[in-house]
């Protein structure tokens, strides 16, 4: 996959070129095709072993094929990405399935294997001629075949002068049955093995059931990783599933046309049925139908959709037909808009993912040194091969870095993949990593705490009328208006309007038109009424709700005021909610706002937020954010507009409402798909507690090859245990970052 960076005004000719990598198992395989690939001029390179992708910048005329021969050189293959879909030729799910057969395959061997070598070892009354054979027999297809994963990415390093955690596995498996196979060949008969119970037999010879048991132990590790790595994987390629296959496209003579979804263009009409999934993003040109927003946002109250609605690809129309035109098709759609800034964070590397490569990359080589230096202390010092062979394999075995490389990818995965089903994406490791120390989370008003439309609140009328007849007057008036005030006067009316006629509208006051023969008028108060000709009451209505920074337009009949009309731009549902979560946090919260400080007062009070800074230009509130920065304070900001892009750019964490301009998409870090501000404290806690996994794992990982080593070296730890011990370190971390699929409910508090 190829694709132009416009982010970046200063180097044009940048391309992105995303390759999928094949044969990396481990953070120094990352690591090693990384660095390669960085020394090629031109060439920027990060490479996610989780992911199994490279993505690449570069710059100049470094082409696709100069880049598949450095993968190769470093002893991998590669091919151009393809786009993620939610088929079974899933990297994961097929590598698993291989990984379950094999591990199915050892166990059945092993558990004879392990039974037989410990009735030998306790009952030598019981051996056969050829007995020790029958165990060979038994170890042979464990070591070799189920083994032949790892065997055959140690032999491709080897090629190619490299290492990793498999050519410690290898060698390990290797070493053991060579020693087995030599003792049986030299002398003819194999001693009770002391692989499990040196205390039972006090013999020490064959390491058959150790060589499989170790085999046993890393395929059952490798298995779960596979598994974890297809489950978190499944949300995103259920995300990549929501594209309509087909599409009837509504042709100029009314007739429709069946087409496959890809051949879709831009302004085309196409119908959607009950029950179809939406083609692509679009404007409802016709129709009104229920919305199911669940696949994509997780928001489960479907959303009625009517003429002039917009639409999302993927969402589902439930019960009316539709008319929709098409906005943006096939890479510019929303879903895919999503699914790359998946693919982005999952490509770039936190702080914790960069130290495990670097280690990773030292790592092998030194175990391998260890063991050696391990293998001649303890003949040196006991004189006994067997015992020096046993030490030896044991830090091979229990060094495996497996869990380090897993520690950070496989938790940033499965965050994306829980993000992406309650409709939140992680634009990368700095959403991540600023999460851990935010205090402020500054709020913008106009589309973010409020819906960003007018709507109808009140409506007071003058003695002697009632408040749905001045309705309906100001709605047959607005009716041939498209101001907002007019639009929302028209949409709260539930009467029909009767015809108006000689319309005139009077930019910045108001309009004016004929109904049922009388003289209507809509507009500013000062420009409708006569100054002392207006009924107390009306006076009244409109003092006190302007004071809360509210819009009123009174309506005269004739000339005589008969009626005000108050509309706000209403504060929504989950605005208050969102704010109480995150004062619970200990969050200190402000309201930015272009607006006056009276309205921004009003709707700060409303949803408690105890701050509003008012009258500011987008400018103005980067300032805002830059002071509170310079006090000391890590700033989370929320917004949606174009003016909100420079302020989520310069916060520490921006959050874009993910229905906003294509601006504060592209400027935040967080990209919140449903329009509900309840997923600013879930996208945080989903963050933090990411970053809390990544670095337990991390500690984890690092603790348990520092501590593990020195035991294994001092012969304290037999290489049949040290495998259990390292399959299940990669199985913790493993486990702990899956708990991540729960975000949002266990990790509800995780940010107090």
């Known amino acids: 996959m190829t694709t132009a960076l416009a982010h970046d005004p200063d180097s044009p000719q940048v391309q992105r070129i995303e390759l999928e990598i094949f044969g990396m198992t481990c953070a120094g395989c990352a690591d090693r095709v990384e660095r390669r690939l960085n020394k090629v001029d031109g060439v920027r390179a990060s490479v996610n072993v989780a992911t199994g992708i490279a993505t690449i910048d570069v710059l100049g005329s470094v082409s696709a094929d100069a880049l598949y021969e450095v993968v190769h050189q470093s002893g991998y293959r590669a091919r151009p990405r393809r786009p993620l879909l939610a088929s079974a030729d899933d990297p994961h799910t097929a590598r698993a399935r291989d990984l379950l057969r094999r591990l199915v395959i050892a166990v059945v061997l092993f558990v004879p294997l392990a039974a037989l070598s410990v009735l030998f070892a306790m009952a030598p009354g019981t051996r056969f001629t050829g007995w020790q054979w029958s165990l060979v027999v038994l170890a042979a297809p464990i070591v070799t075949w189920a083994a032949w994963p790892f065997h055959r990415v140690a032999a491709a390093n080897l090629r190619h002068g490299n290492t990793s955690m498999e050519t410690l596995i290898s060698t390990g498996i290797t070493a053991a049955s060579v020693w087995s196979l030599s003792t049986i060949v030299v002398h003819h008969h194999i001693r009770a093995p002391a692989g499990i119970w040196p205390a039972i037999t006090g013999a020490h010879s064959g390491y058959l059931e150790v060589a499989a048991g ?158 050696v230096l391990t293998a001649a202390v303890w003949l040196l010092v006991a004189g006994s091969p067997e015992h020096a062979v046993s030490a030896a394999l044991s830090v091979l075995v229990i060094a495996c870095p497996c869990a380090l490389g897993l520690a950070t990818p496989t938790a940033l995965l499965v ?32 589309g973010t705490l409020t819906v960003g439309r007018l709507t109808l609140t009140s409506v007071t009328a003058a003695p002697g009328w009632e408040g749905a007849e001045v309705l309906a007057l100001a709605s047959a008036v607005e009716a041939a208006s498209e101001h907002p005030v007019g639009v929302a006067i028209v949409a709260a009316s539930d009467r029909p309007a009767p015809p108006a006629e000689d319309f005139h509208a009077v930019p910045g006051c108001g309009a004016v038109a004929t109904v049922s023969g009388r003289c209507v008028t809509v507009g500013r108060p000062a420009w409708v009424a006569r100054p002392g000709a207006v009924d107390a009451t009306l006076v009244a209505a409109r003092r006190a709700h302007e004071s809360r920074g509210e819009t009123v337009v009174f309506v005269a009949v004739d000339n005589q005021v008969c009626g005000a009309i108050t509309l706000a731009d209403v504060v929504k549902e989950s605005a208050a909610p969102a704010v109480t979560a ?21 709707i700060a009070e409303q949803v408690g937020i105890g701050e509003v800074i008012a009258e500011l230009r987008p400018e103005g509130k980067v300032d805002i954010v830059e002071q509170l920065r310079d006090r000391g304070h890590v700033v989370a900001m929320v917004g949606d507009g174009i003016n909100d892009g420079p302020a989520l750019a310069c916060a520490d964490l921006g959050l874009a409402i993910g229905r906003g301009a294509d601006v504060a998409l592209g400027a935040a870090d967080v990209i919140l798909v449903r329009d509900s501000l309840e997923l600013v404290p879930q996208a945080l806690d989903l963050a933090h507690a990411t970053v809390r996994t990544i670095w337990v794992n991390m500690f984890w990982a690092f603790g348990y090859n520092i501590a593990a080593i020195p035991i294994a070296a001092a012969g304290l730890l037999n290489p049949l245990i040290a495998g259990a011990a390292m399959a299940l370190s990669s199985f913790f971390v493993v486990s702990n970052s899956l708990r991540l699929r729960q975000g949002g409910r266990e990790h509800r508090h995780s940010c107090a």
């Open 214 to 371: 170790v085999t046993v132990f890393v395929l059952a590790g490798r298995y779960v990783e596979a598994r974890a790595g297809s489950t978190a994987g499944g949300a995103l390629r259920a995300l990549a599933a929501l594209s309509a296959k087909e599409v009837s496209v509504l042709l100029s003579d009314g007739t429709e046309m069946l087409l496959p979804a890809g051949e879709l263009k831009e302004q085309q009409k196409f119908v959607v049925r009950p029950g179809e999934r939406i083609a692509a993003d679009g404007l409802v040109v016709e129709g009104e139908s229920a919305i199911d927003m669940s696949p994509l946002t997780g928001e489960t109250r479907p959303v009625y959709a009517r003429p002039g609605a917009s639409v999302i690809g993927g969402t589902v129309a439930l019960n009316g037909r539709l008319v929709v035109e098409a906005g943006a098709v096939g890479a510019d759609t929303h879903v895919a808009a999503m699914l790359r800034v998946v693919h982005e964070a999952q490509a770039g590397k936190a702080n914790a993912q960069r130290l495990a490569d670097c280690v990773a990359g030292v790592f092998v080589p030194g175990v391998l040194v260890i063991s």
């Open 415 to 446: 965050a994306c993949g829980r993000g992406a089903q309650l409709g939140i994406f992680l634009k990368g490791h700095r959403a991540l990593e600023a999460t851990r120390r935010i205090d402020t989370v500054a709020f913008d008003k106009t």
């Open 582 to 602: 995150l004062r619970r946090r200990g969050l200190r919260t402000i309201l930015l706002t272009g607006d006056n400080a009276a309205t921004g007062q009003a």
